[in-house]
Structures are given as C-alpha cells and as structure tokens.
C-alpha cells in the first residue's frame, strides 16, 4: 500500500515538482510530499505504563509526539501521520 506513494514521492522530487503536466511551485511541491508522507503508515512506540485502567502511552512514529489514550487510533492527532498498529514497538 506505501509503496505507490513512494513511488508518487520520488517522481515529484525528481521532475523538478512537474507531474502529468502540473507545474507546482516549491512551496506546494512541499506541501503535497508532506501530506503523502503522512499516508505511509509507521509503527508507533508503546510505553510500559502502570496506569489504572485500560489507557496507555504510544508516540507517533511521524512525529514523535506522545499520546495517552484507551484506544488505539489510526492516525495521530497532532500531525495526522497513519499508524500502523501491526507493527506496534513496546
């Protein structure tokens, strides 16, 4: 699934951010990288936690921010980054 955005990724850095006839300023050649690679799915960390209940700490394995939550979430809510939770690291 990660690997046509890849794909997509590599081709707009390599055309100078010309695709299928669109020219894209920097600015939003940037601005769509940064999107698509929020869609490749990353493991998040899971901490041991002696916490009551059925909450948990895991961090986003975009951007690192930490979470605590009773569910586990298909994507972050700071930076919107897809997690994977098949490849969860404790």
Known sequence: MNK???????????QDYK????ELSRGEAELVISALE?????????????L????FWWYC???????HTNS???YCSYCGGKVNWNEAES
């Open 52 to 55: 009551v209940g059925e909450k």
């Open 38 to 50: 929020k869609q490749i799915t990353k493991k998040p960390k899971v901490m041991e936690t002696t």
């Open 19 to 22: 695709y299928y006839g669109c």
């Open 72 to 74: 586990k979430s298909n």
């Open 61 to 67: 394995g975009h951007c690192g921010a930490s979470r």
């Open 4 to 14: 046509p955005i890849e794909e997509l990724i590599q081709r707009l850095k390599e």
